[in-house]
């Protein structure tokens, strides 16, 4: 019930800065300051319910800047709000919808996923990568990391590298378009 009640009052904050143009206006008024707006927007760029205004302002910060420097510090950006998400995805979402499973008459593929724990398991965490190197929202990518039980240790880098190869890719994009 305390996840529950965590999500929804994320979601409607999410939906109160979104309407009110709040979000838009932080971005916009950091992106002249490239290493804390590309910062602030890393943050966003990992929340599904920020990472489109995020993705905009951080192609806008690498169309006026340098590309590596936007990557650098969006993924020092993303790694905090990877870090928060996962920190809540890890200890208590995952165990819920593993107890979800269960107790929908499931068990096979619970027994599936025992037998093929390793094999699952190095799946979950390409997958997860996969989705967040992606400008895709990093829940889900997050939760399937959680799954397959990513030590801290390695999620940290992983997190950083992941995300600022994916906001390296959206600079350069946006990079192209302007030439």
Excluded: C
Excluded at 146 to 166: A, D, E, Q, R, T
Excluded at 172 to 179: G, P, T
């Amino acid at each position: 019930m305390r996840d529950l009640a965590i999500i929804a009052f994320s979601v409607v904050i999410a939906i109160i800065l979104i309407k009110t143009r709040y979000l838009a206006d932080i971005l916009t008024s950091t992106k002249e300051m490239e290493f804390l707006g590309s910062f602030i927007a890393g943050i966003f760029f990992t929340s599904i319910f920020t990472a489109v205004p995020a993705t905009v302002t951080l192609g806008e910060i690498a169309q006026n800047n340098t590309v590596f420097w936007t990557a650098f510090f969006g993924g020092l950006g993303a790694l905090v709000g990877d870090l928060i998400i996962f920190r809540f995805v890890k200890d208590s979402l995952s165990e819920h919808i593993i107890t979800a499973f269960e107790n929908i008459r499931q068990k096979k593929i619970l027994l599936i996923f025992h037998k093929e724990k390793r094999h699952i398991g190095w799946m979950l965490k390409i997958l997860g990568a996969i989705i967040v190197a992606s400008p895709l929202p990093d829940e889900i990518g997050l939760t399937l990391l959680g799954f397959s039980k990513i030590k801290m240790i390695y999620f940290v880098p992983l997190s950083f590298f992941l995300n600022s190869l994916g906001i390296l890719i959206i600079g350069l994009i946006a990079k192209s378009l302007i030439s």
